[in-house]
T-cell receptor, first 116, second 111 residues
Framework: EAGVVQSPRYKIIEKKQPVAFWCNPISGHNTLYWYRQNLGQGPELLIRYENEEAVDDSQLPKDRFSAERLKGVDSTLKIQPAELGDSAVYLC??????????????FGPGTRLTVT | GEDVEQSLFLSVREGDSSVINCTYTDSSSTYLYWYKQEPGAGLQLLTYIFSNMDMKQDQRLTVLLNKKDKHLSLRIADTQTGDSAIYFCAYRMDSSYKLIFGSGTRLLVRP
């Protein structure tokens, strides 16, 4: 079974430029998460989707960050414009649900963003 | 509040046991996890434990949970050089399914 797929793996951009990250979750997983991991820290949740609905985006900086999950499968996270402080690893995770019980989150390899 | 504390670094000799400790604040969490992260890679789920359990063993891994003290530990028996990585403790908030992570413990296994 394929795991969570993310692209690109690495991205270097200048500040004020836009950037987008793509995630394809594990097949059959209805829940999709975007986390940000700063250097030397654990991941922090940005947004959680149940199918195509964003059910928790309370920690997404909405002035510059946006996300979508059309058709409830793939997801895209966008930053426009990027700032120096956005340099981090952006991780996508997915989990399945069975009879109301949500199971473990599986993570992709991440996209390492460097803003110069 | 949401908080997970881990020591930053652990160094052990190959073949010895490693014990990585974690304390957390949310006593209502049902699930607690250990993830492993190798350089340049995503997080790999190692194991998890339900909050109504005291111990879980999975091959070389033993997880101990002291719910009263909100203390979680991961013991790796016969530690190998391939176990060198960063280990993250995390708990899942029951209300939102959000994972709250510690800052990670870097394990270095010396030959």
């Amino acid at each position: 079974e394929a795991g969570v797929v993310q692209s690109p793996r690495y991205k270097i951009i200048e500040k004020k430029q836009p950037v987008a990250f793509w995630c394809n979750p594990i097949s059959g997983h209805n829940t999709l998460y975007w986390y940000r991991q700063n250097l030397g820290q654990g991941p922090e949740l940005l947004i959680r989707y149940e199918n195509e609905e964003a059910v928790d985006d309370s920690q997404l900086p909405k002035d510059r960050f946006s996300a979508e999950r059309l058709k409830g499968v793939d997801s895209t996270l966008k930053i426009q414009p990027a700032e120096l402080g956005d340099s981090a690893v952006y991780l996508c995770a997915s989990s399945g649900r069975d009879r109301g019980i949500e199971y473990e989150q599986y993570f992709g390899p991440g996209t390492r963003l460097t803003v110069t | 509040g949401e908080d997970v504390e881990q020591s930053l670094f652990l160094s052990v000799r190959e073949g010895d046991s490693s014990v990585i400790n974690c304390t957390y604040t949310d006593s209502s969490s049902t699930y607690l996890y250990w993830y492993k992260q190798e350089p340049g890679a995503g997080l790999q789920l190692l194991t998890y434990i339900f909050s109504n359990m005291d111990m879980k063993q999975d091959q070389r891994l033993t997880v101990l949970l002291n719910k009263k003290d909100k203390h979680l530990s991961l013991r790796i028996a016969d530690t190998q050089t391939g176990d060198s990585a960063i280990y993250f403790c995390a708990y899942r908030m029951d209300s939102s399914y959000k994972l709250i992570f510690g800052s990670g413990t870097r394990l270095l296994v010396r030959p």
